[in-house]
């Protein structure tokens, strides 16, 4: 029998209780780690903390807003001195936003700045200085395929999404000599709770056409399913990638390269 990729691993996956970093946590766990979620979500993060502990896997939760710094210091902090390590940090909590240019106001800009940009650097802040004085670990940015392409409607999204890709190059480059790698997940459209809950809003009784138009869109003709977007997350933060650092890996069922 293999042994798990993740023995003895401690990793933290922000925006773990629901969607791509539920799958993530619930992967992980089954790979030997002891997961910590953060999420604001309380009643879909201690439900994902019963189902990772049903299993026979590890899993904690704390409440927290990825966009407010001193908790996120606080809550990493506590962390870290529980656990006396954290290996990897899953940076996956984010939003999405619907608009323009034109018909995004200030105020929903900033919103989306403030969880996909500024809560992944949060999280870098306070968890770096761990990884450096333990003698490394491994990042993961969960970023999109709107970092480098066009999509309609996606200013404030996109705009958050290529700063992701950038910072992941950034810490790549600024953390090599102490050990810390640090790469992205590029994902296409995935079948999450939200895509439906989007369709449900905007699209009240074309909900299978419009499930399906937004499949065929990605050459592979389908939506990926989290858990597919979770074995690419398994693989960057596993020791079999040591070789792989500042990468940008599309998921994304060849909409960059052969639409």
């Known amino acids: 029998m293999r042994m798990p990729r993740l023995e003895s691993k401690n990793v933290i996956i922000t925006g773990g209780a629901s969607g791509i970093g539920l799958a993530i946590a619930k992967l992980f766990s089954r790979e030997g780690a002891a997961v910590d979620i953060l999420d604001r979500n309380v009643q879909e993060m ?109 200013f404030a999204y996109a705009t958050s999404k290529g700063a992701v890709l950038a910072m992941t190059y950034a810490v790549a480059k600024d953390f090599l000599a102490s050990n810390i790698r640090c790469n992205a997940l590029l994902p296409g459209r995935v079948h999450t709770p939200f895509v439906d809950g989007f369709i449900a809003k905007n699209y009240p009784g074309r909900e299978a056409e419009m499930f399906e138009k937004l499949s065929k869109a990605q050459p592979i003709g389908r939506m990926a399913q989290p858990e597919e977007i979770a074995y690419a997350a398994l693989f960057l933060c596993s020791d079999e990638a040591a070789f792989i650092t500042g990468t940008g890996l599309p998921v994304d069922g060849g909409t960059l390269t052969i639409r």
């Open 46 to 154: 201690d439900r994902a903390v019963a189902e990772i502990r049903a299993a026979g896997g590890t899993a904690d939760a704390e409440e927290c807003d990825v966009a407010d710094s001193k908790a996120v210091n606080d809550v990493i902090g506590r962390i870290h001195a529980r656990r006396g390590r954290i290996h990897i940090l899953v940076n996956n909590a984010g939003i999405a936003h619907v608009g323009n240019a034109l018909t995004t106001t200030p105020e929903d800009f900033e919103r989306v700045q403030r969880v996909n940009v500024f809560g992944p650097a949060n999280c870098l802040r306070s968890t770096l200085p761990f990884m450096v004085n333990d003698g490394g670990g491994a990042i993961l940015n969960l970023a999109s395929c709107v970092s480098v392409m066009a999509i309609p409607d996606r």
